[in-house]
């Protein structure tokens, strides 16, 4: 049974960092894509980060230079560090996995950036 299962989140003054992590079980970590998304209530989810198996990335435009993804294998654990935060930033972050053609998503964790 895949379970995927974030943590981290937190709130935050603009300018600071903070870093979420998505420990997955059930699959074989290594092998498949993983995200991190993001919603804001009364809006769509909103693509934020991808780490392929050969631990390739991608990142939005509205945080690339700012966060970084990254996983530990042996973990089970994905992160996403997230530098020089902006109340843009406020959402729910989920962490994402395709596995065998089934999509599965974390609880997600909340992120507030504010004065």
């Known amino acids: 049974q895949v379970q995927l299962v974030e943590s981290g989140g937190g709130s935050v003054q603009p300018g600071d960092s903070l870093t979420l992590s998505c420990v997955g079980s059930g699959f074989r970590f290594v092998h498949y894509i993983m995200f991190w998304y993001r919603q804001v209530p009364g809006k769509g989810g909103e693509f934020v980060a991808e780490?392929?198996?050969?631990?390739?990335?991608r990142y939005a435009d509205s945080v690339n230079g700012r966060f970084v993804i990254s996983r530990d294998i042996d973990r089970k654990t994905m992160f996403l560090q997230m530098n020089n935060l902006k109340p843009d930033d406020t959402a729910v972050y989920y962490c994402?996995?395709?596995?065998?053609?089934?999509?599965?998503w974390g609880q997600g964790t909340q992120v507030t950036v504010s004065e």
């Open positions: 994402r996995a395709n596995v065998d053609m089934q999509t599965y």
């Open positions: 780490i392929t198996s050969l631990d390739g990335s």
